[in-house]
Nanobody, 127 residues
Framework: QVQLVESGGGLVQAGGSLRLSCAAS????????MGWFRQAPGKKREFVAA????????YVTDVVKGRFIISRDNAKNAVFLQMNSLKPEDTAVYYC????????????????????WGQGTQVTVSS
């Protein structure tokens, strides 16, 4: 059973940057796509970004395109989310998750395509 632990969240001013990390343990996730989602207070969990198992395919949602970059290091069993030019509306708890099926070339955006989830890390962007 894989466990995911997110880190790197915090309080930052608008325009600032944060780098989130998601460390997997228990088994390798190198054969699985990984995704980042976020949930703001009173809102549904929403897709942010995903990367396929070998890093060849990535996708970020339009609202963060050009500002957020997803990457992974399979040797470290980890995935990252570099967040630049942060806005107050980026404030949320950020979660990483593992694709439900291995070796899929294309990334998925719906939350039901992902199985194991981390506990989340809070990102707060002040104006």
């Amino acid at each position: 059973q894989v466990q995911l632990v997110e880190s790197g969240g915090g309080l930052v001013q608008a325009g600032g940057s944060l780098r989130l990390s998601c460390a997997a343990s228990g088994r390798t996730v190198s054969n699985y796509a990984m995704g980042w989602f976020r949930q703001a207070p009173g809102k549904k969990r929403e897709f942010v970004a995903a990367i396929n198992w070998n890093g060849a395919s990535t996708y970020v949602t339009d609202v963060v395109k050009g500002r957020f970059i997803i990457s992974r290091d399979n040797a470290k069993n980890a995935v990252f989310l570099q967040m630049n030019s942060l806005k107050p509306e980026d404030t949320a708890v950020y979660y990483c998750a593992v694709d439900r099926a291995p070796l899929r070339l294309e990334v998925r955006t719906p939350a039901y395509e992902y199985t194991t989830w981390g506990q989340g890390t809070q990102v707060t962007v002040s104006s």
